[in-house]
């Protein structure tokens, strides 16, 4: 069984699924709309209220979580988390009450996902589309086809925030709504002509705020029934005469769902007068369902961040012998060394292969280039996260180990740093070595075991072992050699 949860700007959410064949059905959903967008004070930290709100739902959503024998559980934040000054301060005691890392993705990444999940509700594999979803905080926009995806863009503009600014005090009024709509266009209007050049068939909806708006008007008779432009403006115009966020009277609008449907309404009417689109069709996918299917897909080794490094290793022509080379003896390497968990093992691998891809910038220094490359870049499925943790490998592939900042007291990223940069070193020696011809250890010092031919016929080896033994020596680990 696999669980998501999705901690939203407007709402917190969870789906846990079975796996039945290649099809995930959901068996438990969670909900709580604790509006953590609407915590943010005029500084941009979150309150210490908005912080007890979260934390409360996220020890429900452990509760629920540990009821289920579950494989593997992602939790992912999203905007408000992705711009709160003090997320990485909140982050640690959010970690610890729902029992699980959370990872603060991207808006390309969030993009990305949403996509996935609506991709994979619709199958259709031949079907060009464009996937709108409109956040608490953000607003996505795909093109794709099929499960790949063209073109994925998030724009920071979203119901909760929206709903603040242009109905404050609950009033609700046409001038409002009207520059609450031209804002949102201008939101848009520089980022949608790319999107226009893809071209596409069918448009989907798959966000809750975009799922509410297509059921009050349906449930309500508003417009033509469907979710169009006609029908969004029919319910424009009845939010304006309740005059009120407190006298919103729809069938379906849920209370918590009222007070914000103004903002997340305007949000979709400017997206669609840019996108030049007159109807849509709401989706009973997102987010949680495309976490879900990339853990799935990660299950049974089809990962896109394989593919994402392979693109990116490609794309900068980086030596892909060299890169598999120092990838398998890295491993090999970390393998002697019996890290305590298999954390680091896929990372490991990935930073073997993009170890040198700093080179398109500069020879000199090529591991600092790479790692801020690698940092920075959109590689779709990692989070902005694991990308650190990439790039501090990267860094740590060669030179004092000062730069790594204290990194070196997790024994198992230590020993992660040490199997990448003796695989590195051998290259450079050009010794063509197998993983299992240089014994290794390391416990409250390094001990490596090297062929005594080796330093006769590779005469910078007895350097670079040198240096090695100098660095980490001023990282406090005494580092012995035997031949």
Same mark, same amino acid.
């Given at each position: 069984?696999?669980?998501?949860?999705?901690?939203?700007?407007? &709402?917190?959410?969870?789906?846990?699924?079975?796996?039945?064949?290649?099809?995930?059905?959901?068996?438990?959903?969670?909900?709580?709309?604790?509006?953590?967008?609407?915590?943010?004070?005029?500084?941009?930290?979150?309150?210490?209220?908005?912080?007890?709100?979260?934390?409360?739902?996220?020890?429900?959503?452990?509760?629920?979580?540990?009821?289920?024998? +579950?494989?593997?559980?992602?939790?992912?934040?999203?905007?408000?988390?992705?711009?709160?000054?003090?997320?990485?301060?909140?982050?640690?005691?959010? =970690?610890?009450?729902?029992?699980?890392?959370?990872?603060?993705?991207?808006?390309?990444?969030?993009?990305?996902?949403?996509?996935?999940?609506?991709?994979?509700?619709?199958?259709?594999?031949?079907?060009?589309?464009?996937?709108?979803?409109?956040?608490?905080?953000?607003?996505?926009?795909?093109?794709?086809?099929?499960?790949?995806?063209?073109?994925?863009?998030?724009?920071?503009? #979203?119901?909760? %925030?929206?709903?603040?600014?242009?109905?404050?005090?609950?009033?609700?009024?046409?001038?409002?709504?009207?520059?609450?709509?031209?804002?949102?266009?201008?939101?848009?209007?520089?980022?949608?002509?790319?999107?226009?050049?893809?071209?596409?068939?069918?448009?989907?909806?798959? &966000?809750?705020?975009?799922?509410?708006?297509?059921?009050?008007?349906?449930?309500?008779?508003?417009?033509?029934?469907?979710?169009?432009?006609?029908?969004?403006?029919?319910? $424009?115009?009845? +939010?304006?005469?309740?005059?009120?966020?407190?006298?919103?009277?729809?069938?379906?609008?849920?209370?918590?769902?009222?007070?914000?449907?103004? %903002?997340?309404?305007?949000?979709?009417? %400017?997206?669609?007068?840019?996108?030049?689109?007159?109807?849509?069709?709401?989706? =009973?996918?997102?987010?949680?369902?495309?976490?879900?299917?990339?853990?799935?897909?990660?299950?049974?080794?089809?990962?896109?961040?394989?593919?994402?490094?392979?693109?990116?290793?490609?794309?900068?022509?980086?030596?892909?012998?060299?890169?598999?080379?120092?990838?398998?003896?890295?491993? %090999?390497?970390?393998?002697?060394?019996?890290?305590?968990?298999?954390?680091?093992?896929?990372?490991?691998?990935? &930073?073997?292969?993009?170890? =040198?891809?700093?080179?398109?910038?500069?020879? &000199?220094?090529?591991?600092?280039?790479?790692?801020?490359?690698?940092?920075?870049?959109?590689?779709? #499925?990692?989070?902005?996260? =694991?990308?650190?943790?990439?790039?501090?490998?990267?860094?740590?592939? $060669?030179?004092?180990?000062?730069?790594?900042? #204290?990194?070196?007291?997790?024994?198992?990223?230590?020993?992660?740093?040490?199997?990448?940069?003796?695989?590195?070193?051998?290259?450079?020696?050009?010794?063509?070595?197998?993983?299992?011809?240089?014994?290794?250890?390391?416990?409250?010092?390094?001990?490596?075991?090297?062929?005594?031919?080796?330093?006769?016929?590779?005469?910078?080896?007895?350097?670079?072992?040198?240096?090695?033994?100098?660095?980490?020596?001023?990282?406090?680990?005494?580092?012995?050699?035997?031949?």
């Amino acid at each position: 069984m696999l669980a998501a949860v999705d901690l939203g700007s407007n &709402s917190f959410r969870l789906h846990i699924g079975r796996q039945d064949g290649d099809v995930i059905r959901i068996v438990k959903s969670e909900r709580d709309p604790i509006r953590l967008g609407a915590g943010l004070d005029k500084n941009m930290f979150l309150t210490e209220t908005a912080i007890k709100t979260a934390l409360a739902s996220l020890a429900r959503f452990r509760a629920v979580l540990d009821a289920y024998p +579950l494989d593997a559980v992602r939790v992912v934040a999203t905007n408000t988390m992705r711009i709160a000054k003090n997320a990485a301060a909140f982050l640690p005691a959010a =970690e610890q009450t729902i029992g699980y890392p959370i990872e603060i993705i991207s808006g390309e990444e969030e993009g990305r996902l949403i996509y996935m999940g609506v991709a994979s509700a619709l199958g259709s594999p031949d079907e060009r589309r464009l996937v709108i979803d409109i956040g608490g905080g953000s607003t996505e926009l795909v093109v794709g086809q099929g499960f790949g995806i063209d073109m994925v863009e998030s724009f920071s503009i #979203g119901t909760v %925030g929206h709903s603040h600014a242009f109905f404050p005090d609950g009033r609700i009024t046409e001038e409002a709504f009207d520059k609450a709509i031209l804002s949102a266009r201008s939101h848009f209007e520089d980022g949608v002509p790319a999107f226009l050049e893809r071209q596409w068939g069918n448009v989907y909806g798959s &966000s809750g705020t975009i799922r509410a708006i297509a059921d009050a008007i349906s449930r309500n008779a508003l417009g033509d029934g469907k979710l169009s432009y006609k029908s969004m403006e029919a319910l $424009k115009a009845s +939010l304006i005469g309740f005059g009120h966020v407190s006298r919103i009277d729809l069938l379906g609008m849920k209370p918590d769902r009222a007070a914000i449907i103004m %903002g997340g309404l305007a949000v979709l009417m %400017g997206a669609l007068r840019e996108l030049r689109v007159k109807a849509m069709q709401p989706v =009973e996918a997102g987010l949680r369902m495309g976490v879900l299917r990339d853990l799935q897909l990660r299950a049974t080794r089809r990962d896109r961040r394989e593919q994402s490094v392979q693109q990116f290793r490609d794309r900068f022509d980086v030596d892909q012998a060299r890169a598999d080379h120092v990838a398998q003896i890295a491993s %090999g390497l970390y393998a002697q060394l019996k890290p305590a968990s298999n954390a680091y093992e896929r990372q490991l691998y990935w &930073s073997g292969q993009l170890h =040198e891809v700093g080179m398109v910038v500069s020879h &000199s220094g090529y591991h600092k280039h790479g790692a801020y490359m690698i940092e920075n870049a959109d590689l779709p #499925g990692f989070t902005s996260g =694991e990308q650190r943790l990439l790039g501090r490998l990267v860094l740590g592939q $060669k030179g004092n180990l000062r730069k790594l900042n #204290g990194a070196l007291a997790d024994t198992d990223f230590a020993k992660a740093v040490l199997a990448l940069r003796l695989a590195v070193m051998a290259m450079h020696s050009r010794i063509d070595v197998l993983a299992d011809e240089l014994r290794v250890k390391m416990k409250s010092r390094i001990e490596i075991e090297i062929r005594r031919d080796w330093i006769r016929q590779h005469p910078t080896l007895a350097y670079w072992i040198e240096k090695e033994q100098e660095w980490w020596g001023e990282a406090g680990i005494e580092f012995i050699v035997r031949s």
